[in-house]
T-cell receptor
């Protein structure tokens, strides 16, 4: 049973480009969460999704950031017109129920904006 | 601002010692807490969890203690090993529908041989 898969592991983008981060939850998990981690910091909640629905996006910046979890395929975190301040590690977690029990995290995507 | 935090950003111990990592939380409605371990370059890894109807839970070499009166959570690691070196985060679920885990800043545990 594969764990939470995130790709790419490392992503370099120039300022103004778009970044797309992908997350495939564990098999049987229908709840996906995205977190951002700055160096030496904890994980900051961004968005919580279920299939085809955004449940809570209170941690998402109002502009340039969007997330989706389609009926088929991985969850996507999209950052448009990236700026240097977007450089961070982005982690995805999945759980079988609404935070009943542990959430399993992927290895993260490290985004570097140059 | 942060509602889940740890008392010390770093903790250094000798191999074989017991380690205690502390965490304070501020939301009285939180009913579920988890400790995660994060090694360099990796995602957080579940260690142990505890619900608010318990005050202690034990795992393999780890024990989590919950004091709801003072809103304090601790992780005890017995016979600490070099492989335990990592950043440890506590996280809380605020018992609100549709909310995700809220993480504190973390404590870096360094184990020397």
């Amino acid at each position: 049973n594969a764990g939470v898969m995130q790709n790419p592991r490392h992503l370099v983008r120039r300022r103004g480009q778009e970044a797309r981060l992908r997350c495939s939850p564990m098999k049987g998990h229908s709840h996906v969460y995205w977190y951002r981690q700055l160096p030496e910091e904890g994980l900051k909640f961004m968005v919580y999704l279920q299939k085809e629905n955004i449940i809570d996006e209170s941690g998402m910046p109002k502009e340039r950031f969007s997330a989706e979890f389609p009926k088929e395929g991985p969850s996507i975190l999209r950052i448009q017109q990236v700026v240097r301040g977007d450089s961070a590690a982005y982690f995805c977690a999945s759980s079988p129920l609404e935070f009943e029990g542990e959430a399993f995290f992927g290895q993260g995507t490290r985004l570097t904006v140059v | 601002g942060e509602s889940v935090g740890l008392h010390l950003p770093t903790l250094s111990v000798q191999e074989g010692d017991n380690s205690i990592i502390n965490c304070a939380y501020s939301n009285s409605a939180s009913d579920y807490f988890i400790w995660y371990k994060q090694e360099s370059g990796k995602g957080p890894q579940f260690i142990i969890d505890i619900r608010s109807n318990m005050d202690k839970r034990q795992g393999q070499r780890v024990t989590v203690l919950l004091n709801k009166t003072v809103k304090h959570l601790s992780l005890q690691i017995a016979a600490t090993q070099p492989g335990d070196s990592a950043v440890y985060f506590c996280a809380e679920n605020r018992n609100q529908a549709g909310t995700a885990l809220i993480f504190g800043k973390g404590t870096t545990l360094s184990v020397s041989s």
